[in-house]
T-cell receptor, first 112, second 113 residues
Framework: QKEVEQNSGPLSVPEGAIASLNCTYS??????FFWYRQYSGKSPELIMS????GDKEDGRFTAQLNKASQYVSLLIRDSQPSDSATYLC????????????FGRGTSLIVHP | EAGVAQSPRYKIIEKRQSVAFWCNPI?????LYWYQQILGQGPKLLIQ????????DSQLPKDRFSAERLKGVDSTLKIQPAKLEDSAVYLC???????????FGEGSWLTVV
């Protein structure tokens, strides 16, 4: 049974701070990793994907992957109240069809 | 470009009744997913279709849930009979064949009382 673990939070940070969201996964065969953002009452939307060890930056978002430690994280710089949402980590194993396994999500609250 | 369409958006039924949800994926997307998301949890895959064939239905409770995608386009998910623990959001999603960006619909919210 593939597992993706996230701290449910809530993680509370002040506006302008860096928010750090973490995720661990159990399947060493996993090859692709994704972060989705889900606003309350809305459906998930993809914000970042990462496939190789290291950092990947996109605007205020940075995804970090460490396959040896089976760990992926998302950093949000200059956090804004509009970033308040649940962040879902999703992991897909290599080959075959794309069937991501989702974590339960971490609730982020950015307060003014 | 139109997104993934789902209906109904909200449904309240009594336990042991039946319900059906409909999904129309983004045009040209061969892969269609149904996920169940219980409040406070992440989405859990129920079934994945590639065109009109089932790729993975290992987590679909087949004694009460069924899904079909007869013409490889839109899909229907049925629950019969419903249980209280089926209360959740049912998310339909799609992607093009070989793609790894899933586009979700707005979801169908089910409450079983």
């Amino acid at each position: 049974q593939k597992e993706v673990e996230q701290n449910s939070g809530p993680l509370s940070v002040p506006e302008g701070a860096i928010a750090s969201l973490n995720c661990t996964y159990s399947d060493r065969g996993s090859q692709s990793f994704f972060w989705y953002r889900q606003y309350s009452g809305k459906s998930p939307e993809l914000i970042m994907s990462i496939y190789s060890n290291g950092d990947k930056e996109d605007g205020r978002f940075t995804a970090q992957l460490n396959k040896a430690s089976q760990y992926v994280s998302l950093l949000i710089r200059d956090s804004q109240p509009s970033d308040s949402a649940t962040y879902l980590c999703a992991v897909n194993e290599s080959g075959g069809s794309y069937i991501p396994t989702f974590g339960r999500g971490t609730s982020l609250i950015v307060h003014p | 470009e139109a997104g993934v369409a789902q209906s109904p958006r909200y449904k309240i039924i009594e336990k042991r009744q039946s319900v059906a949800f409909w999904c129309n994926p983004i045009s040209g997307h061969a892969t269609l997913y149904w996920y169940q998301q219980i409040l406070g949890q992440g989405p859990k895959l129920l079934i994945q279709f590639q065109n009109n064939g089932v790729v993975d239905d290992s987590q679909l409770p087949k004694d009460r849930f069924s899904a079909e995608r007869l013409k490889g386009v839109d899909s229907t998910l049925k629950i019969q009979p419903a249980k209280l623990e089926d209360s959740a959001v049912y998310l339909c999603a799609s992607t093009f064949q070989g793609g790894n960006t899933i586009y979700f619909g707005e979801g169908s919210w089910l409450t079983v009382v």
